[in-house]
C-alpha cells in the first residue's frame, strides 16, 4: 500500500507498506520537504503522489530500505531528472544521498533498543 509518511512510522506501517516486497521498500523521499512516500512497487507511482501532494519534481529522489537489515539504496529511474543531468539511475550527490538516509531512517527507521 502506498503511503505518504509525514511522522515516525510505527512497525504496523512499516510492514504495510513493505508487503508487496517481502520486508523491503521502495521510497521516493522529498528531501525539502522531508516526507517520504513508501510502499509502491514502482518509484513513479511514489513520484506521482508526492507531486500531488505539493512537492517540487527537483527535491524528490528515489530508493529504498530493507527492514531485515537496515540497508538502504539510491536507485531508481526517477533520479535521472535534470538535477542530476541524468547521469545515473543512482543518486551520486553525497549531500542528496546523507538527506536521503536521515529522512528514511528517521521516518522508517526501527526502533532502537533501550
Known amino acids: 500500500m502506498l503511503l505518504i509518511i509525514r511522522k515516525k512510522a510505527d512497525e504496523g506501517v512499516r510492514e504495510i507498506v513493505s508487503e508487496d516486497l517481502g520486508g523491503y521498500t521502495k521510497v521516493v523521499v522529498d528531501v525539502r ?17 508526492l507531486l500531488e501532494d505539493g512537492s517540487d519534481r527537483s527535491d524528490l529522489w528515489g530508493g529504498g530500505i530493507d527492514f531485515a537489515t537496515g540497508d538502504i539504496d539510491f536507485e531508481s529511474m526517477i533520479n535521472g531528472h535534470a538535477k542530476q543531468a541524468k547521469k545515473s539511475c543512482e543518486v ?13 531512517n528517521n521516518l522508517l ?5 533501550l
Open 92 to 104: 551520486l550527490d553525497k549531500k542528496i544521498r546523507r538527506q536521503m538516509k536521515t529522512i528514511i
Open 33 to 49: 520537504r522531508k516526507i517520504l512516500a513508501a510502499g509502491s512497487e514502482v518509484h513513479a507511482n511514489g513520484e506521482r503522489l
Open 109 to 113: 527507521g526501527k526502533k532502537k533498543p
